[in-house]
């Protein structure tokens, strides 16, 4: 079964930084739009950024001007670059995609297992 693999999370202090990554663990047909969700406990999962195939991209509110997304399309891979880091911040960041295994397929929406983003000091 294909799966998206999500790394780079981890213990920061506020004002550092992580880089995220996420990338299917098998080969696929296509991929189309990804981003990122992130889901603090007793908090309802909210949207961080997305990215089309084009490099179109949108973001929270709260991570505007700290955080950037961006996408390797010939690694099926994308990243997010997280900047100003703040205790709010603190949260699972899963990354979600549409992915086409087979060219008989249509695209479905994947989810990663998450990985642990943790600012404090």
């Known amino acids: 079964q294909v799966q998206l693999v999500e790394s780079g999370g981890g213990l920061v202090q506020p004002g550092g930084s992580l880089r995220l990554s996420c990338a299917p663990s098998?080969?696929?047909?296509?991929?189309?739009?990804m981003g990122w969700y992130r889901q603090a406990p007793g908090k309802q999962r909210e949207l961080v950024a997305s990215?089309?195939?084009?490099?179109?991209?949108n973001y929270a509110d709260s991570v505007k001007g700290r955080f950037t997304i961006s996408r390797d399309n010939a690694k099926n891979t994308v990243y997010l670059q997280m900047n100003a880091l703040k205790p709010e911040d603190t949260a699972v960041y899963s990354c979600?995609?549409?992915?086409?295994?087979?060219?008989?397929?249509?695209?479905?929406?994947?989810w990663g297992q998450g990985t642990q983003v943790t600012v404090s000091s």
């Open positions: 979600n995609a549409d992915l086409q295994l087979t060219f008989r397929s249509g695209r479905t929406s994947y």
């Open positions: 990215i089309t195939n084009r490099g179109s991209t």
């Open positions: 098998g080969s696929i047909f296509s991929i189309g739009a």
